[in-house]
């Protein structure tokens, strides 16, 4: 059964070790999380699976780590400063805030139930904006990046030369970005400190929407290789209404979180035309475009970015994997993440099925060989059933026992999180055995 509630999969992260409440002792600070042990390895694996696939897997697309702080000019241009807000209501009975436009019901607060009760709705831009340097002054002010593909478009010309890249190419960035978001909620689906994976891929104008229509195609068969469920997936084109300020056409692939959720954005494709790069040549004075040489012509490419949050996809990864289920021939059910090997944190546990006869030193040197190769847990504590539910529960794909007929003919048993069958192999063949199968 999967899971019903997002609470379920609050408490198992907490639990073991997934996500924890930011500053939990002085009482959480507010829609603010922090990757535990088990949290931050998943949370890296899904990173390194869309390097993997964006950058890695392709000619044509290269790697960047721009800075988080950057100066008033650069959102001007974007036209972050005046476009980047949400419409804010505050309902005057009970004093809390809302945006307007997610509200089920313009006239009713959903706190209080009070009618008509709000205020005018105004614009609140989203943008954290501190201070550089010693004086808090007007002339210091710096913003946080609330979006990555600024670090981008600012760098296109840097990368295009100092790599010799031709388009169409792309430049991609994983990294955090900060939006100070009036109705964060629903754990790390929506925070106001998130981690982005960003790419923005320069074509000739006029093949756009060729392009547009097969990174749509490319990031939804991404998602469904990192083992998202197809019938958890769907695109929704965005309206004329929806369009954000800098896109000519946009398409969100949404995932079914459950319950009161549902379907919702984990990642955005958008064309996003010349906007950024004809806004950033106006501002900066700088010219950006493209020569291209065999067709001895000049122009500012057009952009399609496909942008996906880490985070996000980290959640839908853990609810598409969550499911409680009966174990037969055994009175206690089990919890498993049956999430795909590729991101799972650890590959493999290793268990001595007894403390004596030579068990646990020939499983500790299965596993002091297996972990240069794989994220690896031992344990021998507790019955073995035990030590199996603690792997399902964490998505161990496979967890290996020495037992009694180990320490005499060097086999070990493999048991297999999903299917529970177990194979008997030697233990020289592990290393080959686990590869095969981890392939991500
Ligand atoms: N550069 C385009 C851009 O930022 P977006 O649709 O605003 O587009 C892209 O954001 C993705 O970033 C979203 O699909 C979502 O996965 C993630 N994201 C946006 N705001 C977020 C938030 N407050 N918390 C967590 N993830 C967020």
């Known amino acids: 059964m999967p899971a019903t509630d997002l609470e379920q999969i609050v408490s198992l992260c907490k639990r073991r070790g997934f996500v924890y409440q930011s500053a939990e002792i002085y009482g959480g600070f507010r829609s603010t999380y922090d990757y535990g042990p088990l949290g931050s390895l998943l949370l890296r694996n899904v990173k390194e699976a869309w390097v993997r696939s964006m950058v890695q897997q392709r000619d044509d697309v290269v790697l960047i780590d721009a800075a988080i702080l950057s100066p008033p000019q650069v959102w001007q241009a974007s036209g972050h400063l005046a476009n980047f807000s949400d419409p804010l209501v505050d309902c005057t009975e009970c004093k809390q805030r809302f945006r307007l436009d997610k509200l089920d019901d313009p006239d009713v607060c959903p706190n209080c139930d009070s009618k008509k009760s709000f205020t005018e709705a ?15 002054e007007s002339a210091s002010i710096v913003y946080l990046r609330p979006e990555t593909a600024q670090g981008i478009f600012v760098n296109f010309l840097n990368v295009q030369q100092s790599m010799r890249q031709k388009v169409p190419f792309g430049i991609a960035q994983i990294g955090k970005a900060f939006r100070n978001e009036i109705t964060p909620g629903n754990f790390i689906f929506r925070t106001r400190e998130f981690e982005q994976m960003e790419m923005q891929f320069f074509v000739e104008p006029g093949t756009d929407m060729e392009w547009f229509e097969q990174w749509k195609q490319l990031r939804m068969e991404w998602h469904l290789a990192l083992g998202l469920s197809p019938e958890r997936l769907q695109f929704h084109q965005h309206g004329a209404g929806e369009l954000a300020h800098y896109a000519r056409a946009a ?20 064309n996003r035309g010349d906007f950024d790069l004809t806004q950033h040549q106006q501002f900066s004075s700088k010219k950006l475009e493209y020569y291209d040489q065999l067709n001895n012509k000049r122009y500012v490419p057009y952009v399609i970015e496909t942008s996906v949050g880490a985070d996000r996809v980290t959640l839908a990864a853990l609810v598409n994997a969550y499911r409680e289920e009966s174990v037969e021939g ?30 646990p030193e020939m499983a500790k040197g299965i596993l002091n060989d297996l972990r240069m190769a794989f994220p690896m847990d031992y344990d021998e504590s507790g019955s073995i059933g035990k030590r199996y539910r603690r792997q399902d529960e964490v998505g161990t794909p496979f967890c290996i026992t020495v037992d009694g007929q180990s320490t005499t003919d060097q086999t070990v048993t493999v048991r297999d999180r999903d299917t529970l069958a177990q194979d008997r192999i030697d233990a020289s063949q592990l290393k080959s055995y686990l590869a095969a199968k981890l392939v991500g």
Do not use: C, W
């Not at 055994?330 to 068990?359: C, M, N, W, Y």
């Open 122 to 136: 105004r614009e609140f831009n989203l943008m954290f904006k501190t201070y550089m340097g010693a004086l808090e």
């Open 251 to 270: 398409f969100d692939v949404t995932f079914d979180f459950g319950g009161t959720l549902g379907f919702q954005e984990i990642e955005g494709v958008h």
């Open 330 to 359: 055994e009175d206690e059910g089990r919890v498993v993440l049956g999430l795909h090997p590729s991101i799972a944190p650890i590959k493999a546990a290793i268990f001595p099925l007894t403390k004596k006869d030579g068990q």
